[in-house]
Nanobody, 127 residues
Framework: QVQLVESGGGLVQPGGSLRLSCAASGFTLGYYAIGWFRQAPGKEREGVSCISSSDDFTYYVDSVKGRFTISRDNAKNTVYLQMNSLKPEDTAVYYC????????????????????WGQGTQVTVSS
């Protein structure tokens, strides 16, 4: 069964950290770029970060630059999103998705460019 599964979400205080994981099964993650997205209640889905299949290109939207780091371990079929200095406005459901290449911009391209999507993991930043 082909799927992406996110994990690592939770409740954290402002200024805290979380590391999200995006694990693939049923296909080789190393062939794909991976994008992270998030959607807050009542808001549209937006892009967060992207990493190329060969790990030679990464992209971050301005709101997370310097705080989030995307990485991948193709041997483990997993991509990570390290989130530091979290803010209440980072609260959202976070999704990962696989595409043939990385896209930049607020929405990381068109959703139809992505072949696989995870089910999402909730991140809540609150005191």
């Amino acid at each position: 069964q082909v799927q992406l599964v996110e994990s690592g979400g939770g409740l954290v205080q402002p200024g805290g950290s979380l590391r999200l994981s995006c694990a693939a099964s049923g296909f080789t993650l190393g062939y794909y770029a991976i994008g992270w997205f998030r959607q807050a209640p009542g808001k549209e889905r937006e892009g967060v970060s992207c990493i190329s299949s060969s790990d030679d290109f990464t992209y971050y939207v301005d709101s997370v630059k310097g705080r989030f780091t995307i990485s991948r371990d193709n041997a483990k079929n997993t991509v990570y999103l390290q989130m530091n200095s979290l803010k209440p406005e980072d609260t959202a459901v976070y999704y990962c998705a696989a595409a043939l290449r990385c896209y930049s911009g607020r929405y990381l391209g068109n959703i139809y460019e992505y072949d696989y999507w995870g089910q999402g993991t909730q991140v809540t930043v609150s005191s």
